[in-house]
Structures are given as structure tokens and as C-alpha cells.
Nanobody, 123 residues
Framework: VQLVESGGGSVQAGGSLRLSCHIS????????VAWFRQVSGKEREGVAV????????VYAPSVKGRFTISQDNARNTLYLQMDNLKPEDSGMYYC??????????????????WGQGTQVTVS
């Protein structure tokens, strides 16, 4: 399975970006799909997760009210709309699928399938 992120870039504080993640093949253990981010030297942080079947969502407190995770099941694509961006939102953003534990989870070690990441820089 391949996960390919896109949509990163550089933006000023207060601006918006929309990230996309195309998943080549959805599998039985892809019942939750999630976004993570990582800054060099720090652990990967869970940002948002969505149940594929029901569409329920969970967000990290730091992004709740500013970020929106959504999906297009017909296109096997996951999205992350990021509004009112702050410099502390900068980092490499990854999508993840293939959870080994229970949904929802924002723990990186519970996911098997990862994309290569897309860089977000907020100045």
C-alpha cells in the first residue's frame, strides 16, 4: 500500500493550507486514518484521526477548532484543512493508516502504513 501526501508549503501566520493524502489500497485494518506531524528532534505527534466508516473525528487539543480532517472514500483520499496557522504548526506532516490497536488513536506506534510526508512552514 502507498500513501502519498501533497499540499504542503510556506504560509504566513493566520493563513491556511489544505493537505491531501491518497491511499493506493484500502485494507481491513484501515478503519481509522490519521494525520501526524514531526519537527526535527522531536517525537511524531498525532494531529487528527477519522473513523472511515462513521466519519467521527478526534483532534489533538493544540489544533482543535483550527484543523479539520475529512475523507473522500470514493477517491481513497484523506484531507487536512488547516486554518489560522501558527508558527508552532510548522513541521513535516504525515498521513497514516493500518492501525494495530483500537480506533481512535493518535499514537504513532499503532500505525503500520505511512506516507513520505509533506512540509509545512508557518512564519
Amino acid at each position: 500500500v502507498q500513501l502519498v501526501e501533497s499540499g504542503g508549503g510556506s504560509v504566513q501566520a493566520g493563513g491556511s493550507l489544505r493537505l491531501s493524502c491518497h491511499i493506493s489500497e484500502l485494507r481491513d485494518n484501515h478503519n481509522c486514518v490519521a494525520w501526524f506531524r514531526q519537527v526535527s528532534g522531536k517525537e511524531r505527534e498525532g494531529v487528527a484521526v477519522i473513523y472511515r466508516a462513521g466519519g467521527n473525528t478526534v483532534y489533538a487539543p493544540s489544533v482543535k477548532g483550527r484543523f479539520t480532517i475529512s475523507q473522500d472514500n470514493a477517491r481513497n483520499t484523506l484531507y487536512l484543512q488547516m486554518d489560522n496557522l501558527k508558527p508552532e504548526d510548522s513541521g513535516m506532516y504525515y498521513c497514516a493508516a493500518g492501525i494495530r490497536g483500537n480506533c481512535p488513536s493518535l499514537l504513532s506506534y499503532e500505525y503500520d502504513d505511512w506516507g513520505q510526508g509533506t512540509q509545512v512552514t508557518v512564519s
